[in-house]
Structure formats: structure tokens, C-alpha cells
């Protein structure tokens, strides 16, 4: 037995319901989520799909399917489907699986974290939405990512909660890949809709008025401005509203992560413990070992000028600048290490600094609106 569905929408969350089953009289004896039979998914881009039930409880005269979905915040259902069931004298076991085009089995988020397109498209926007803005109604407005690198974390954030414009902005202008990025993976260019903006600009001079959006997002990026990011802060301030949301996912550079080279050594806190020269040698020296990072593919020198150019940021730093631009904190999270092991090298760093791996915040712009407006 088979369902078909079509799907117009560009894509389609949360794809899931319940299958019920009924007697001859049409009385309800069973019901199943589509989660509990392997069927629920995170989300179907635009495609036509077939769903195949296989197995079956022995005293079920009918099944009916129920479909729901959710198309950026709003709940969306199918009209349920009765469909007759030829006698079956010995209960099977039930299952759901999806064929179609795309491929439902191929999607990013199959393949787990280590997929990039999955790690940023879903993780990474539902980590800025739902874990650290809440929901926030002021994502329905408009939205500025600074140092929005290929663009796939704004998809995740566009399609989720729609807001009335997104702007990605990058010197790097990695977002440029995005289409084709869509294509090896089979996804409608229709993600690219007309409310979604990427634009080539540094994050030191922002190309908009003040007060231009609702809510200000800036995953891995701080860390990489040359030169030093309080005036990118700065930047912020001015074009956040008042009481404006920001997130800020800034890397901490003596984190075991801070240093972005793990692609060349698996030592821990390797850019603590060796010489800078040392450093300089082992990364110029080495092919990296590349992740997937959707098409990006640097050179070793490229890699060794962003470590010299990242900037030095702890917690307790980032926190006295936010506060000291009238950052009031809201929401934040800390990802620690399970332990450190000290070694000599390490002993004059600071412990906090070693053990914090990750912060996440998300804080109020509490700037004072200037007299008579």
C-alpha cells in the first residue's frame, strides 16, 4: 500500500503524523507515529514522494494516514485517507519508508553532523532560533548575519521562520557557491527566494542606516576580522534597533578549537604548546586533512594568515566589551572540555580559558534612542 505526495512549497519541516488503525465499523484500534515507525523526517525539499507501508496487525479491517508538516512557522496537515485492507489471517510487523525525487534517503541530515550542509543548514540555525533567540517574534523581521561565510546556515534561518528580509554579508564571498552547493544536493534553486540578500562587505563598515534591523547574528566570524572586532561590535550597535536581539557565537582562541587547524594536527592545544615558528612550519609543511566544507578547498598559507589574524577572545573579555556597548545578556551557553591535562606548556593559561570550548549568547541592544526621536 502507498501514498503519494507532492510537495510545491520550496521545503517542508518536520515532516510527520500518525498512522491509525481501524476496525471494520471504522473504529480506531491502534495508532502509530510516523517517528516510531522510522518515517518522521526533518525536513522534504520541493519533490513528488511516495510513502510505502509494509507489515500489518492482523485484526486491522483499514489504516488512515495523517500527515503534518511544518512550512516555516505554520502547522500544515493532509485530509486524512481511509484505505481498505485485504484480510491478513496473522499480524506483520507495520513499517513507512519514502522513495521519490530528491531521494529522501540521500538528504544532508542523513549522513549525520559530519555533513556540513546538515551542520549549519539545520544545527547551526536551530541552535541561533530555537536554543539561544527562543523563538523570537523579532525573527520575523529583518535580519543582518555578519560574516555569513557560504550562506547555508541563512537558508536554515530563512525557510524556519521566514523574516521579512535576511542579509548575509561576507568579504569572501563564499556565499557565491551557494547555488551550486543547492544543485550537487538536488535542492530546488527556489531556497534562494527574493527575501534572501548576500552581499560582499566588511563587517568594519556595515553598508546600512542605523537602526536598520530587528536582529543581529554572527556565528564563527568575530574571531577572523583582521585587525582586531570591536570595531565590527561597534558596527553592530549602530545598525541593531533598540532592544534589538544579538547572537554571537564567537571562537575562543585558547579553547582546544581556538586555533581552526585541526585539519593539520590532532595535538591538543596545539597552537599553545609549540613556538610560533614551530607552528608556522607544521602548518606550510602539511596537506590538510579536509572536511567536508561544501566546495571550500584553502591552501596551507591560507590557513596559516587566518591563525595570525585571529583575534585573542575569551568569555570574560567578550563579555566586559558586550556589556561596556550597552549589551544587556539575555540567554547564554558554555560547552566545556570533560578535562584538562595540564602540561608545562599550559600551566600559564588560565583555567577557564583552557575548559571553555564554546560560547553561545544572546543579548538586548540596550542603546539609548537619541533625544526627540
Known amino acids: 500500500m502507498a501514498w503519494m505526495l507532492r510537495i510545491e512549497a520550496?521545503?517542508?519541516?518536520?515532516?510527520?503524523?500518525?498512522?491509525?488503525?481501524?476496525?471494520?465499523?471504522?473504529?480506531?484500534?491502534?495508532?502509530?507515529?510516523?517517528?516510531?515507525?522510522?518515517?518522521?523526517?526533518?525536513?522534504?525539499?520541493?519533490?513528488q514522494y511516495r510513502l510505502v507501508l509494509r507489515g500489518l496487525a492482523g485484526h486491522a479491517a483499514k489504516v488512515r494516514l495523517e500527515l503534518s508538516a511544518r512550512d516555516g512557522r505554520a502547522w500544515i496537515g493532509t485530509s486524512s485517507t481511509l484505505h481498505a485492507l485485504p484480510e491478513a489471517e496473522a499480524a506483520q510487523p507495520l513499517s513507512l519508508a519514502w522513495s521519490g525525487q530528491p531521494d529522501p534517503a540521500a538528504l544532508p541530515y542523513r549522513r549525520g553532523l559530519q555533513d556540513w550542509f546538515h551542520r549549519h543548514?539545520?544545527?547551526?540555525?536551530?541552535?541561533?532560533?530555537?536554543?539561544?533567540?527562543?523563538?523570537?517574534?523579532l525573527l520575523s523581521g529583518r535580519i543582518?548575519?555578519?560574516?555569513?561565510?557560504?550562506?547555508?546556515?541563512?537558508?536554515?534561518?530563512?525557510?524556519?521562520?521566514?523574516?521579512?528580509?535576511?542579509?548575509?554579508i561576507d568579504p569572501f564571498a563564499g556565499f557565491e557557491r551557494l547555488p551550486a552547493i543547492l544543485a550537487e544536493r538536488g535542492l530546488p534553486a527556489s531556497l534562494l527566494a527574493p527575501g534572501l540578500v548576500f552581499l560582499r562587505a566588511d563587517g568594519n563598515f556595515l553598508p546600512f542606516r542605523e537602526d536598520s534591523f530587528d536582529v543581529v547574528v554572527s556565528w564563527g566570524s568575530l574571531e577572523h576580522i583582521a585587525g582586531g572586532h570591536h570595531q565590527a561590535m561597534v558596527e553592530?550597535?549602530?545598525?541593531?534597533?533598540?532592544?534589538?536581539?544579538?547572537?554571537?557565537?564567537?571562537?575562543?582562541?585558547?579553547?582546544n578549537l581556538g586555533h581552526h587547524l585541526g585539519e593539520f594536527s590532532d595535538e591538543p592545544f596545539?597552537?599553545?604548546?609549540?613556538?610560533?615558528?614551530?607552528?608556522?612550519?607544521?602548518?606550510?609543511?602539511?596537506?590538510p586533512r579536509y572536511i567536508d566544507r561544501a566546495g571550500e578547498f584553502a591552501s596551507p598559507a591560507q590557513y596559516w594568515q587566518w591563525f595570525e589574524e585571529l583575534n585573542?577572545?575569551?568569555?570574560?573579555?567578550?563579555?566586559?566589551e558586550l556589556r561596556a556597548l550597552d549589551f544587556e545578556p539575555w540567554r547564554v551557553a558554555l560547552r566545556t572540555e570533560p578535562v584538562i591535562e595540564y602540561t608545562p606548556?599550559?600551566?600559564?593559561?588560565?583555567?577557564?580559558?583552557?575548559?571553555?570550548?564554546?560560547?553561545?549568547?544572546?543579548?538586548?541592544?540596550?542603546?539609548?534612542?537619541?533625544?526627540?526621536r
Open 312 to 320: 585573542p577572545i575569551t568569555v570574560a573579555s567578550f563579555e566586559q
Open 121 to 137: 543548514f539545520d544545527h547551526a540555525a536551530l541552535v541561533i532560533g530555537e536554543y539561544l533567540l527562543k523563538d523570537s517574534p
Open 236 to 255: 553592530i550597535r549602530r545598525v541593531l534597533k533598540p532592544d534589538g536581539l544579538l547572537f554571537a557565537h564567537p571562537g575562543l582562541y585558547y579553547s
Open 270 to 287: 596545539v597552537h599553545l604548546k609549540r613556538s610560533r615558528e614551530a607552528l608556522r612550519e607544521l602548518v606550510l609543511s602539511t596537506t
Open 10 to 47: 520550496p521545503v517542508l519541516f518536520e515532516v510527520g503524523g500518525n498512522l491509525v488503525l481501524l476496525d471494520r465499523e471504522g473504529e480506531e484500534i491502534a495508532r502509530h507515529g510516523l517517528a516510531e515507525l522510522g518515517a518522521w523526517l526533518h525536513w522534504l525539499p520541493r519533490g
Open 144 to 168: 543582518l548575519d555578519l560574516g555569513c561565510g557560504d550562506g547555508i546556515t541563512d537558508l536554515g534561518l530563512f525557510w524556519r521562520w521566514r523574516p521579512e528580509l535576511l542579509v548575509g
Open 345 to 372: 606548556e599550559l600551566l600559564r593559561y588560565s583555567m577557564q580559558d583552557l575548559a571553555t570550548a564554546e560560547l553561545y549568547v544572546a543579548c538586548f541592544n540596550r542603546k539609548r534612542r537619541p533625544p526627540g
